[in-house]
């Protein structure tokens, strides 16, 4: 019964930004570690944030650092990522999931994920 859903992809152009959303049910989100990983054309799986259950510490892979900006609201039981000065090279498909950069491979609950699409 754990859902996840993404929403705020789109197209824009390079050094635009946009804020993705995504919403949780069927778990204590409360309590839970989250992560936004994502997938590029002809690529793998890439960790790019993660945010204590809290929201006190946020970590960064250093593809985004400095870029993107993670969040939470647990009142609306909602993750965020604000993302900022985009490039081409930013362009997947974007994907909450539970746990921490170590430990969100192990969760198996995948959203339909939302496309961010960058390019002129």
């Known amino acids: 019964q754990v859902q996840l859903v993404e929403s705020g992809g789109g197209l824009v152009q390079p050094g635009g930004s946009l804020r993705l959303s995504c919403v949780a049910s069927g778990f204590t989100f409360s309590m839970s570690a989250m992560s936004w990983v994502r997938q590029a054309p002809g690529k793998g799986l890439e960790w790019i944030s993660d945010i204590t259950y809290g929201g006190i510490t946020a970590t960064y892979a250093a593809s985004v650092k400095g870029r993107f900006t993670i969040s939470r609201n647990n009142a609306k039981n909602t993750l965020y990522l604000e993302m900022t000065n985009l490039k081409p090279e930013d362009t997947a498909e974007y994907y909450c999931?539970?746990?921490?950069?170590?430990?969100?491979?192990?969760?198996?609950?995948w959203g339909p994920g939302t496309q961010v699409t960058v390019s002129s």
């Open positions: 999931v539970r746990g921490r950069e170590d430990t969100w491979k192990d969760f198996r609950t």
